[in-house]
């Protein structure tokens, strides 16, 4: 018996939340709305600006990594942070809610602990600035094959693939899942992360991966054409690719079969986390033997859930409302 059900590698990101008005992003140069990278000298002026912090681990695979948890799977996230107070942490919060994190906090480490500063208006509006820091830095070193290769499915992260030595890191993962008779999969992330990355990103996604989650952009972006293209050829290069599109019905692909998982519209209160919950709710379904429809199915009830809240990781028992849907 494998010792993880999922285990994902990823930015291993803590978000600083506080409150404050437009007055105040105007006077720090902040642009409401948005998430914009900042660098180390920026990033602490404003982490020592926020005042009444909330910190939350984050990062994309960190999130989805934390629903899975919330459904009872056996999970861990394997990440980089630096051993400062954040490092620790981080570390700390994904042990407490379940989530091992193999990798201790690194002391050599040559950036501080990743973070994303979030402001929050009154309106309800997110202002993010993050600082990509130490997690960034992931690496081949970084990574206990052991770990990987005794988990049914592994979850990688399309950010980390933007470094060479995350790209390596990625390869060494893919070998250690299969050689363990796991499956290997990825979240494609983000348009400018794959256009940047493109032909590495077919390379990995034709040669190595047995699942691929992305939205209508990231795919259009990835083979360069429409999305009736793009998940052509996609289906020609990947065993089961799932695309969300906004609102729309998610597909999701595996050979000749193709499913269409219909969404509900609903007016969110944060759409952060909704694509990383979308994963959780997928893989769950993957992992616990369900029908790609099933699957499917489960991301989109996992998504409104985070979407009807403030955060990115899910307030309530998600398990609970599969039932209500009559899923399990």
Request: aromatic share 8%; glycine share 12%.
């Amino acid at each position: 018996m494998k010792s993880y059900d999922v285990v994902g590698i990823g930015n291993a990101m803590v978000d600083v939340l506080t409150q404050c008005d437009d007055k105040f992003l105007d006077w720090m140069g902040i642009e409401k709305g948005i998430m914009q990278l900042v660098d180390r000298e920026r990033g602490e002026m404003l982490y020592a600006a926020m005042k009444e912090r909330t910190e939350a681990p984050g990062g994309s695979v960190g999130n989805t990594m934390a629903g899975l948890g919330n459904m009872g799977l056996r999970t861990a996230f394997i990440g980089r942070v630096k051993d400062d107070a954040l490092g620790r942490f981080y570390a700390k919060s994904l042990e407490v809610e379940g989530t091992d994190f193999p990798n201790p906090p690194v002391a050599s480490a040559d950036h501080p602990t990743s973070r994303s500063m979030i402001f929050v208006t009154p309106d309800g509006e997110r202002s993010m600035n993050t600082y990509l820091g130490a997690g960034a830095d992931f690496g081949p070193d970084d990574l206990d094959e052991e770990v990987v290769k005794n988990s049914a499915y592994l979850f990688l992260e399309g950010y980390l693939f933007d470094k060479d030595q995350g790209k390596a890191a990625f390869r060494k993962a893919a070998a250690a899942a299969h050689a363990g008779g796991g499956k290997a999969g990825i979240a494609l992330s983000d348009p400018f992360c794959v256009d940047r990355h493109r032909a590495d990103f077919r390379r990995l996604v034709k040669d190595e991966m047995d699942y691929v989650i992305g939205n209508q952009h990231e795919w259009e972006s990835l083979y360069q054409t429409d999305l009736d293209g793009a998940l052509a050829q996609a289906r020609e290069e990947c065993g089961v690719v799932v695309c969300t599109r906004s609102g729309a019905d998610v597909v999701i692909l595996r050979g000749d079969e193709r499913v269409e998982v219909p969404v509900h519209r609903v007016v969110p209160v944060d759409a952060t986390g909704a694509g990383d919950q979308f994963a959780a709710g997928f893989l769950y379904g993957l992992a616990t033997g369900q029908s790609l429809a099933v699957s499917g199915r489960m991301g989109c009830v996992a998504a409104a859930e985070v979407i009807s809240h403030f955060g990115a990781r899910p307030e309530t028992d998600v398990k609970a409302l599969f039932r209500d849907h009559d899923l399990i």
